[in-house]
């Protein structure tokens, strides 16, 4: 079946601007989760949302990120005002939700997002 | 706070020779514990994980890992490694009643031909 999509795969933007990171989980998956990977390190938390519940954003490094599932599916990850320092592959990832917890995520191919 | 150490950057192999990819944590409470692996310009793919049960656990490609609660690792091996192996490991871990992983710094594994 489809696995996690992500659009666009890669993205050049000039510092300051404003970018949109789309996500497509698996039919199904209840919960999504949006990880920052930097080069050459493993990825980040950045948020969780169980449907269109956003649970957890304690990974979201400043207020210019925000992140949102308005329908339980789709998520849209938002950056504003692009710093250098975002430049980083952008990962979104999506599970199933067992009563056991007994689940891994499933991960999409990422955003690559280059700041100039 | 949960944390994962790897602390080699990157192990060479000899394919057909075992693979062995380390792997330490904290957590609080039981851990549950995933490899996962990266080839360039892809996402992250699922392994193997441990929840509970038999200590040694088996995935997929024939990657199998051993919990060590004593020692807080979860140790990735391939009996016999292949060239197509090479690429970029990952373990994370969670704790049993949370939801985000926490990754490690990753290793790359090298199988030399």
């Known amino acids: 079946g489809a696995g996690v999509s992500q659009s666009p795969r890669y993205k050049v933007a000039k510092r300051g601007q404003d970018v949109a990171l789309r996500c497509d989980p698996i039919s199904g998956h209840v919960s999504l989760f949006w990880y920052q990977q930097a080069l050459g390190q493993g990825p980040e938390f950045l948020t969780y949302f169980q449907n269109e519940a956003q649970l957890d954003k304690s990974g979201l490094p400043s207020d210019r990120f925000f992140a949102e599932r308005p329908e339980g599916s789709v998520s849209t990850l938002k950056i504003q005002r692009t710093q250098q320092e975002d430049s980083a592959v952008y990962l979104c990832?999506?599970?199933?939700?067992?009563?056991?917890?007994?689940?891994?995520?499933?991960f999409g191919p990422g955003t690559r997002l280059t700041v100039t | 706070a949960q944390s994962v150490a790897q602390p080699e950057d990157q192990v060479n192999v000899a394919e057909g020779n075992p693979l062995t990819v380390k792997c330490t944590y904290s957590?609080?409470?039981?851990?549950?514990l995933f490899w996962y692996v990266q080839y360039p310009n892809r996402g992250l793919q699922f392994l193997l994980k441990?929840?509970?049960?038999?200590?040694l656990v088996k995935g997929s490609y024939g990657f199998e890992a051993e919990f060590n609660k004593s020692q807080t690792s979860f140790h990735l091996k391939k009996p016999s490694a292949l060239v197509s192996d090479s690429a970029l490991y990952f373990c994370?871990?969670?704790?049993?009643?949370?939801?985000?992983?926490?990754f490690g710094g990753g290793t790359r594994v090298l199988v030399k031909p």
């Open positions: 994370a871990v969670r704790q049993a009643a949370g939801n985000k992983l926490t």
């Open positions: 990832a999506s599970s199933l939700v067992a009563p056991s917890g007994d689940y891994e995520q499933y």
């Open positions: 441990y929840i509970t049960g038999d200590n």
């Open positions: 957590v609080s409470g039981n851990p549950y």
